[in-house]
């Protein structure tokens, strides 16, 4: 795992940079690459992995809502923890799907909350699990699983690489599946809230709408609620 910190203010910096540390140290996980960046610019031009970044909104150069969606586009796994004074670019970063929302000056035990719920966010989307068809098992990351789709007797695993034809049912899935990160919008369907593009009272697009699934009507305000809750992070 590798940790990044993205901010003009070098005191912010260090001060994220100790609490990190002492979240890992004090709940005896192993402590994770972290990487300081002071501009977007020098962040943009980082090559290395990236799982969880804390990210300032004003910066010169490159602010921070610009960074974040671009980083998004190549990197759809990135956790994004903005760490801001300025509460007015809420509603720009939600449309990356920024994870949480941490204003300027830090609170500690909201920051070790955060960490925690980051943590595993992380886990949730980088398990493998197997996908077994006629021809063998195959395996998949869950966060590349768009969706689940029921035709007849045959389940359909849509991944972003290609699509399986599942031994298993669709009730195998729905139970297998982490629960905040996937939801059953209709007998025939499973989708995952990550892939997800638009929704209207009937469909959801997923997948830069590639792909839809059906949504039942008695099920639109619960998936909705849902899905505000995976974008805001509360889960």
């Not at 969606?69 to 720009?92: A, F, G, R, W």
């Not at 939801?183 to 697009?205: A, C, G, K, M, P």
């Amino acid at each position: 795992m590798r940790i990044l910190i993205c901010d003009d203010d070098t005191l912010i910096i260090s001060q994220l940079n100790k609490f990190i540390l002492e979240y890992f140290e004090r709940n005896s996980l192993k402590v994770p690459a972290i990487a300081h960046f002071s501009s977007g610019e020098e962040l943009l031009a980082d090559t290395e992995e990236k799982d969880i970044l804390f990210l300032d909104v004003e910066m010169p150069g490159l602010n921070g809502i610009y960074v974040g969606n671009e980083l998004k586009q190549t990197h759809p796994n990135l956790i994004i923890i903005i760490v801001t004074s300025y509460i007015e670019y809420l509603d720009e970063a939600m449309r990356f799907h920024v994870f949480r929302y941490l204003s300027k000056p830090l609170d500690k035990k909201r920051l070790f909350r955060n960490i925690k719920d980051a943590l595993k966010l992380y886990n949730d989307t980088n398990i493998k699990i197997p996908i077994e068809t006629k021809d063998g098992i195959h395996t998949s990351y869950v966060s590349d699983i768009i969706s689940i789709e029921s035709q007849g007797r045959k389940v359909i695993v849509h991944t972003t690489t290609k699509d399986f034809f599942s031994v298993h049912n669709m009730q195998y899935w729905v139970d297998h599946l982490p629960k905040q990160l996937f939801f059953q919008s209709h007998r025939s369907f499973l989708i995952n809230f990550e892939h997800v593009t638009d929704f209207n009272h009937s469909l959801i697009y997923l997948y830069n709408n590639q792909f839809t699934a059906y949504l039942t009507r008695r099920k639109f305000t619960l998936f909705k609620e849902n899905y505000l809750l995976y974008l805001e992070g509360s889960r």
